[in-house]
């Protein structure tokens, strides 16, 4: 089974950035890989996405202001976060899809906490 592990997450002002990192145990290259996140209160959003391709999905509020970016190689996923805001304020959580069956793994969460 694999394991995921996430960094990168902590406390910013508004308008600054972040850039979470998670690394597989295994293999990425054939797996989409993405980021959830979820804020107390509220259900688990999808944040982005990127397939084995290099094929990259954005939830809309997340539109010009994330980045995610994949390195094969390192068997990690990036999210870069830019112009953050108050809102953005959850508990990011890294996942892979095995690709025959669609099983999810995923990450034990990185807080990202942004202060007005």
């Known amino acids: 089974q694999v394991q995921l592990v996430e960094s990168g997450g902590g406390l910013v002002q508004a308008g600054g950035s972040l850039r979470l990192s998670c690394v597989s145990s295994g293999s990425i290259s054939t797996n989409r890989m993405g980021w959830y996140r979820q804020a107390p209160g509220n259900q688990r959003e999808l944040v982005a996405s990127i397939s084995s391709a290099g094929t990259t999905t954005y939830a809309d509020s997340m539109k010009g202001r994330f980045t995610i970016s994949r390195d094969n190689a390192k068997k990690t996923v990036y999210l870069q976060m830019n112009s953050l805001k108050p809102e953005d304020t959850a508990v990011y959580y890294c996942?892979?899809?095995?690709?025959?069956?669609?099983?999810?793994?995923w990450g034990q969460g990185t807080q990202v906490t942004v202060s007005s």
């Open positions: 996942y892979i899809r095995r690709p025959y069956d669609g099983t999810m793994y």
